[in-house]
Nanobody, 116 residues
Framework: QVQLVESGGGLVQPGGSLRLSCAAS????????MGWFRQAPGQQQQLVAR???????YYADSVKGRFTVSRDNAKSTLYLQMDSLKPEDTALYLC??????????WGQGTRVTVSP
């Protein structure tokens, strides 16, 4: 059974930092393209960042220079370091694992609220 469990969300002031984690089980983690998406109320789901099995990374323009995605294959864990947070970063952050169209998995999400 595949499980992706996110943690690390919470309430933070603008300019603050949070580190999200996604613990994976039931998959060969090192082989998967791992990503962070976010869903804000009334908005479409957005790809925030992703990291491939070889460590290549991609960031949405809105988070470049502020967020850092990383992975620890030995721990089967994906991370998202979020710095200089803005109110517009407020969303439910979801972990995603992809290896093929028939092998895509999602976590339940962790909520991030950026507010004074």
């Amino acid at each position: 059974q595949v499980q992706l469990v996110e943690s690390g969300g919470g309430l933070v002031q603008p300019g603050g930092s949070l580190r999200l984690s996604c613990a994976a089980s039931g998959i060969t983690f090192s082989r998967y393209l791992m990503g962070w998406f976010r869903q804000a109320p009334g908005q479409q789901q957005q790809l925030v960042a992703r990291i491939s099995s070889d460590g290549s990374t991609y960031y949405a323009d809105s988070v470049k220079g502020r967020f850092t995605v990383s992975r620890d294959n030995a721990k089967s864990t994906l991370y998202l370091q979020m710095d200089s947070l803005k109110p517009e970063d407020t969303a439910l952050y979801l972990c995603n694992a992809w290896i093929s169209q028939s092998n895509i998995y999602w976590g339940q999400g962790t909520r991030v609220t950026v507010s004074p």
